[in-house]
């Protein structure tokens, strides 16, 4: 009778780390440190760094604007570096990369 006891008595040891998974999951349901994630991204350059435009000028061709970003000449709709050209102004040029909108002003006007 001795072994069965001892066959059931280590069992009753594992049922208690169960009680602590359930713990976890609650964890990782919370969309807190998700939201931090989506927050934080510009201070870990790992993800994906904002690429360095240097935008030299902007001119038009028959209400075609055309911007001339690190001697690259392009239009709405042109991508640079992940980046794409959403507006070219006389004055600024705006792009959108990974959802943020980066403006690039005229400097030579």
């Not at 976890?24 to 989506?38: F, M, N, V």
Request: aromatic share 4%; proline share 12%; no cysteine.
């Amino acid at each position: 009778g001795k072994m069965v006891l001892g066959l059931f008595t280590r069992p009753k040891i594992k049922p208690l780390p169960s009680p602590v998974s359930p713990a976890l999951t609650p964890i990782d349901k919370t969309p807190i440190p998700l939201e931090e994630e989506r927050i934080v991204p510009p201070a870990e350059p790992v993800k994906t760094p904002e690429p360095t435009l240097a935008l030299s000028g902007i001119f038009f061709q028959q209400d075609k604007g055309y911007a001339l970003i690190n001697n690259q000449i392009l239009k709405v709709g042109d991508t640079i570096q992940g980046a794409k050209v959403e507006e070219i102004n006389l004055d600024k040029v705006i792009l959108e990369f990974e959802g943020r909108k980066i403006t690039l002003i005229n400097s030579s006007r």
